[in-house]
């Protein structure tokens, strides 16, 4: 099961896509898989959508991998077809036009790191385990597994996903597979401090940013320069960096007078001199 909740901000909207059955650890059965792919898609074509927040029900995991029930009675045919909504899933998030944060708050195996991998951000609770077993079940990682090299360099990479091993969140933070590590209990407040820190940003340029990031990725260097070019100056086309540089000049120049204003300490009076 899926659950979507919209909250209106100062600034646009939130979205906050749950993945929920946490009996199970949230795990991607193909209906799930099918429903979540569908949740991002149309949440994304909110014009007023600011950012999305992935997350899994409960306090045991975000998601605890494939379903096994399901992954023991493919062939190779239906093999093909699962691990194609496992892509189509992660690949909603990677085409999602807003920032898409992973808020993890347990479990995070297989197919659910590949999905976290694939989110603009991700802040973990520091009871948080991460790992790729699928090569202990006779299978190699695939799809969007190839995200991680990009994240965590080549060597980390090919541990996780060549020893079937998982690492903790504290681990997880040092190699930069999460931005953010923090105790349960204040999880969401780290998330959304994150929201506000993206809310603050125009909402063009946020857009423009991740399609620049994601070009940078996956672009050829020369190409990735000259296509930021291009949002650089489609950017002005609006009017809104010179409003946004206008007013942050002009806080600053009243920033600086109060400064200096109350950097001078007033003479106290002392009467007239005899």
């Known amino acids: ?109 297989g197919a659910g790191l590949e999905l976290a991998a694939c989110c603009d951000l991700r802040i973990a609770a520091d009871s948080a385990v991460f790992g790729m077993p699928e090569v202990r079940l006779g299978i190699p990682s695939v799809v969007e597994a190839a995200v991680l090299p990009r994240l965590i360099g080549a060597g980390r990479s090919r541990w996780l996903v060549m020893t079937g091993e998982t690492i903790g969140a504290a681990e997880a933070l040092v190699w930069g597979l999460v931005e953010k590590m923090i105790s349960p209990e204040h999880l969401d407040l780290a998330v959304n401090e994150a929201l506000d820190a993206i809310i603050a940003g125009e909402p063009e340029a946020i857009r423009a940013q991740k399609r620049l990031c994601r070009r940078g990725e996956e672009a050829p260097l020369t190409e990735s320069i000259a296509k930021s070019i291009d949002e650089f100056a489609r950017s002005y086309e609006s009017g809104e960096p010179n409003r946004r540089v206008a007013a942050f000049r ?9 400064t200096i204003s109350s950097s001078v300490t007033p003479v106290p009076a002392t009467g007239r001199k005899s």
């Open 1 to 109: 099961m899926i659950r979507t909740a919209l909250e209106t901000r100062a600034g646009g909207a939130v979205a906050r896509i749950t993945i929920d059955n946490p009996a199970k650890l949230n795990i991607f059965s193909p209906s799930t898989l099918k429903d979540f792919s569908q949740a991002v898609k149309e949440t994304s074509s909110n014009p007023n959508l600011r950012a999305i927040v992935v997350t899994g029900a409960g306090d045991k995991a975000f998601v605890g991998g494939a379903d096994l029930e399901t992954l023991g009675s493919l062939d190779p045919i239906s093999a093909r077809e699962f691990i194609g909504l496992i892509h189509a899933a992660c690949a909603a998030v990677r085409d999602c036009p807003v920032p898409v944060i992973a808020r993890v708050n347990g479990w995070c195996l």
């Open 250 to 258: 002009a806080a600053r120049k009243k920033q600086g007078q109060t």
